[in-house]
């Protein structure tokens, strides 16, 4: 497998099929080949013996300068100067390469920092000499993809969505989603060997009346973005198909949907579909059943189980990893998973604690209630 970008080249092979690629580098005028550790593309590629690969960005966050302004006699909230400016957007278009490279942990930040870029105050240089400085305290991590934790001929593919409601400014909403590679039979396991290859946030562009409605726009986006990375998977096996590359796709890949809005999950898995108030949220929730509920034939799937392509599931909010790409919030989940290779489903003891509270304070209110009822019927 070969990558390039313009000038440069980026290949690996199993051993005794270096012949194949050292024929095309013979017919190019090259420099310098590099393996094990190199640069490529401004990442810093680190191949271990095991053959388990890093990638990171330590050398190019260390080289960001913070903004450097002077607060005395301002307030928080009064305007950044024009060279002020300027600083902020080297900062935070140094900052944008960086999270989109190897640290999705950067993704929210950076995205609320670029929003507000033209109009900047005071918190917001603040905000980003803080977010720089997070940066660089943890500038060694990024991707890790651990070697034989499955096999390239048997994946599947997890999109993790999530979404905000109403915290950004002008009461919108912030969507987030990763998309992960597993190994086979993932679909009801609670823990799972993976390696992330695509995340992103950003704003919803409509306002969101409800938390469903945020949700769904958040779905939709992942998993339009895993059907094209599955798309082009399909098409580095070779059985890709471009008239209906949507369904060959599908047949070589399944897809699993991980959402922690349970009112989400128990609506698509619904075999009766129920209009919303909403036109525009009815028609993507229908287009999300479509992919779960009909056959690549156009027939309706009588009921839906784990072996069709693409599947809906909720999980517990305390194991969702996606959840720091929408609010500003500590990523130790998420950070754990890309270093061991390892997606826990499990709800923490806390989040199971909480629950039951809830649960039982619901019940009580429930007994005063009937009660209160009884007593007045008497």
């Not at 704003?203 to 990375?229: F, H, K, N, W």
């Not at 599955?230 to 070779?238: C, V």
């Not at 999950?265 to 479509?290: G, M, V």
Request: aromatic fraction near 8%.
């Amino acid at each position: 497998m070969l990558a390039t970008h313009v000038d440069d080249m980026l290949w690996a092979a199993k051993p005794g099929y270096e012949d194949r690629v050292q024929q095309l580098l013979d017919s190019y005028t090259i420099k310098t080949v590099e393996s094990g550790t190199f640069r490529f593309c401004g990442r810093e590629v680190i191949q271990l013996p095991d053959f388990s690969i890093s990638v990171r960005c330590k050398d190019t966050t260390e080289k960001i300068e913070p903004v450097r302004y002077d607060p005395k006699g301002r307030k928080q909230l009064d305007l950044a100067r024009d060279h002020e400016i300027a600083q902020l957007r080297s900062v935070v278009g140094s900052l944008a390469w960086v999270a989109r490279q190897c640290r999705p942990q950067l993704s929210y930040g950076v995205n609320k920092l670029q929003s507000v870029c033209a109009t900047a105050t005071l918190d917001d240089l603040r905000f980003a000499n803080k977010l720089l400085q997070e940066a660089k305290e943890s500038s060694g991590d990024g991707l890790f993809f651990k070697s034989g934790l499955f096999s390239w001929n048997k994946m599947e593919m997890l999109t993790i969505t999530d979404a905000s409601f109403g915290n950004e400014s002008n009461f919108r909403s912030q969507k987030g989603r990763m998309t992960f590679l597993t190994g086979p039979e993932s679909f009801g396991k609670n823990g799972m060997g993976v390696h992330l290859i695509g995340y992103s946030s950003t704003i919803i562009g409509r306002v969101c009346r409800s938390t469903m409605q945020a949700e769904t726009y958040a779905l939709s986006d992942g998993v339009e973005e895993s059907m094209r990375l599955r798309a082009a998977l399909a098409d580095a096996h070779g059985v890709f198909l471009r008239t209906d590359w949507e369904h060959h796709a599908a047949r070589f890949m399944r897809n699993l949907w991980l959402v922690d809005c349970n009112s989400l999950s128990d609506h698509l898995r619904n075999p009766t579909f129920t209009k919303c108030s909403d036109k525009r949220l009815s028609i993507d929730l229908a287009a999300l059943r479509q992919m779960i509920w009909l056959t690549p034939d156009g027939e309706l799937r009588e009921d839906i189980g784990p072996e069709q392509p693409d599947m809906v599931r909720w999980i517990d909010t305390s194991c969702m990893v996606a959840d720091c790409n929408t609010k500003r919030m500590r990523s130790d989940r998420l950070s754990e998973c890309i270093r061991s290779c390892w997606l826990d489903l499990n709800p923490t003891d806390e989040s199971i604690l909480c629950k039951m509270k809830k649960q039982k304070g619901r019940a009580a209110l429930d007994g005063n209630v009937d009660g209160h009822d009884m007593n007045d019927h008497e």
